[in-house]
């Protein structure tokens, strides 16, 4: 009798122990730690710092409150406290601190209780960046008191991404306390050799010299082992993807004739990069191996014409199309700007969204899954069941980025080995295309096309912001329209904002839309609020009337980041542009331009964001903002699964990194064993 067969190795790595064997970590705790992402004692003891933190010596408050956006310490008594209620749960706390030498605030957003405890006549330090808030001030601040002082100069402190109620110091406590119990226990997989090539330690090095440096090149030299994680994360999913099985799809192949007439479609001239691509398109979908084709252009390149070639092909052959973008407002457009290219030529067309009346998409099915329609547009709601297709030969993903890689999947697999032609505004920097994209063709759409004019962008302070007024109202009298964007919906305008308030204000698009129709050149020239919480029926509505003329001015959230293409728009103001990275600013900016008239883009902002802010003035070239985002911003998501926030995986620098990205692209070749951590 044989023994018992072995069993396969647990996939992942060994969890240490559960986050509820620490210290002042329950059961309601530990649920917040998993929404970070963090569910055992070694996912912590892995967490990534978002930064090295050297304290500076305490500075006096009158010298502070010339360093904004810095980071400061500074000591003084608490003068008065003052607690604000802004609505509901939200409130302020303003705690005026004096030195001698001047008066700052520390502001605490939503923490009631401070106002107790920095009552006046407290002693305190408080550390943290300072801010333009009704004056200098110091938001959030870290505190300290002779019970419990700050660190002293030249210490080294990581601090971490908190989030939902985790404060950075006590995802520190708890990573100290876990480094004190278990980093013995901390184990190493990746080969020796691969780790000496990289010049990075093992983990039971990396993870107490990261989390307690001694210097500034230790932290470094741990970094580069923890910036191998997401590194590998990706390469593991690039090399699932190669090793698929390719498939056999059914071939739209044309003749020279037929892809003569399709070209001759267009109301407009291709230009000389759409023809290119066309052409590398044509080549794929003529083939039986499905086109798993990546097209790259920076923001009114022309992509969605390169796609609606695509789809005039394969319809040409008697396949279905599927066109998927992630929001409604993006997929309408898809829909309304391509319906006249293509219902004009013979293809029946549809729209397919999660606001589609019972009916009307119970219509739009039945007559997909009988293949009576040709073309279909939508959202996430192609994924659901009851969306069937005759034959589903080409599926285009675009915004690819904002879809998990299983999600793309789910598209495709309505159909059997259907080509796949995936696009993106947000471009892949250069260095890193290869490395995360490998198992992908992928193809550059550069330029724009004639005749467009010139797109001018500013940083409007000072005079520049108080000229902005004038300037508007001349663009609005001569028939032009404008983009006003808001990141925030609801959150109110303090007393004092006005046209010239501080950059800094948190304004919501709520109040500045009140703003403006208040003015009379606003009002009379029309102006609509859009956001993401309006039913979409009624913000399509309102997103079609600035599209028609109705109105000159469109107040908005991000929303309007894609799927909106006015050529006769030619201002773009985005209040608190500090709080967007360097693609999202540039995507924005991508609404105007689009015409033949000239275009401006007003930045208004914070001064720490002023190296992003001179990079937009600078450059329009998408690809060198995006290797510039990514240096920022870190890797975020390349492949879908992840994007937004701080730089909290370790690449700091992508130029520098890209040995670790270039060492590990080919790990899994040589140890596809490895796969079972990733």
């Known amino acids: 009798m044989s023994g018992a067969a072995s069993s396969p190795p647990e996939r992942g790595f060994p969890t240490i122990g559960p986050l509820t064997g620490l210290r002042g970590v329950g059961h309601a705790r530990a649920a917040r ?12 003891l892995l967490l990534q710092p978002i930064r090295l933190v050297v304290w500076p010596v305490k500075t006096s408050i009158q010298a502070a409150s010339r360093r904004k956006g810095e980071r400061v310490t500074i000591e003084g008594r608490v003068r008065r406290s003052v607690l604000q209620r802004i609505g509901g749960k939200r409130s302020v706390v303003r705690a005026t601190v004096s030195d001698g030498t001047g008066e700052m605030d520390l502001v605490f957003f939503n923490q009631p209780w401070m106002k107790e405890q920095l009552s006046s006549g407290t002693q305190v330090e408080a550390h943290g960046s300072v801010v333009e808030a009704r004056g200098a001030s110091i938001a959030s601040p ?12 030249g210490t080294l402190a990581p601090e971490y991404g908190g989030g939902d109620g985790v404060s950075s110091d006590a995802l520190k406590a708890w990573i100290d306390e876990a480094l004190e119990r278990h980093v013995g226990e901390i184990e190493e997989h990746l080969p020796a050799e691969f780790l000496e090539h990289c010049d990075a330690p093992g983990l039971p090095v990396a993870v107490p010299m990261i989390h307690r440096p001694a210097t500034i090149p230790d932290f470094e030299y741990a970094r580069r082992r923890f910036a191998l994680e997401p590194i590998l994360t990706l390469q593991a999913a690039v090399f699932a993807r190669r090793s698929g099985k390719a498939g056999r799809a059914r071939a739209a192949k044309i003749t020279a004739e037929q892809d003569a007439e399709i070209r001759s479609r267009y ?3 291709l230009t000389d990069a759409q023809s290119r691509v066309i052409g590398e398109i044509r080549a794929d979908l003529g083939r039986t191996r499905p086109m798993r084709r990546l097209l790259q252009g920076d923001v009114g390149a022309g992509k969605t014409a390169v796609a609606a070639y695509a789809a005039m092909t394969v319809a040409e052959c008697g396949g279905q199309v599927a066109m998927m973008a992630p929001t409604e407002v993006l997929a309408s457009q898809h829909a309304y700007g391509l319906r006249d290219l293509l219902e004009g030529h013979g293809l029946r067309t549809a729209l397919i969204t999660g606001s589609l009346r019972t009916g009307e998409r119970r219509d739009v099915t039945q007559r997909l899954a009988a293949g009576e329609i040709d073309v279909v547009f939508g959202t996430h709601a192609l994924f659901s069941e009851d969306v069937k297709f005759r034959r589903l030969d080409l599926a285009v993903i675009d915004e690819q980025h904002r879809f998990g890689v299983a999600q793309r999947g789910r598209l ?17 920097p250069r260095t890193l295309a290869l490395t995360v994209y490998g198992d992908l063709e992928v193809s550059i759409l550069d330029g724009s096309p004639p005749g467009r004019g010139s797109v001018r962008t500013r940083w409007a302070r000072g005079d520049d912001r108080r000229r902005m007024p004038r300037f508007l109202a001349e663009r609005l009298e001569a028939g032009e329209q404008i983009y006003w964007v ?11 904002d006005s046209e010239d308030a501080p950059a800094s204000t948190a304004a919501s698009a709520e109040a500045r839309f009140e703003n403006l129709v208040a003015r009379p050149t606003f009002r009379q020239a029309g102006i609509e609020l859009v956001h993401g919480r309006l039913p979409s029926v009624e913000r399509n509505s309102r997103l079609d009337r600035f599209r028609r003329g109705d109105v000159a001015t469109v107040v908005a959230t991000t929303v309007v980041e894609v799927g909106v293409d006015v050529p006769n728009a030619t201002i773009m103001v985005i209040e608190d542009a500090h709080r967007l990275g360097l693609a999202q600013l540039h995507q924005l900016r991508g609404r105007i331009g689009r015409g033949k008239k000239d275009s401006y883009c007003f930045l208004l902002g914070d001064k720490k964001a002023e190296e992003r802010f001179r990079l937009m003035e600078r450059s329009r070239d998408g690809f060198l903002l995006a290797e510039e985002d990514l240096r920022q911003r870190g890797m975020g998501d390349l492949l879908g699964l992840r994007q937004s926030g701080e730089n909290q ?7 520098r990194d890209l040995d670790l990205l270039l060492a590990a692209r080919d790990l899994f070749q040589r140890e596809p064993g490895l796969l079972r951590y990733y």
Request: no cysteine.
């Open 33 to 44: 730690l998993e929404r970070l992402g963090l569910k055992t004692v070694r996912d912590l």
């Open 142 to 153: 870290r505190l300290g008191t002779a019970a419990s002082p700050l660190p002293a100069p």
């Open 267 to 269: 109301p407009f001239t």
């Open 412 to 428: 495709a697999g309505k159909g059997s080995d259907v080509h796949v032609l995936l696009m993106t505004a947000t471009p892949i």
């Open 486 to 496: 808001v990141p925030r919906i609801g959150e109110t305008m303090s007393d004092g």
């Open 649 to 655: 995986e370790g690449l700091v620098d992508p130029e």
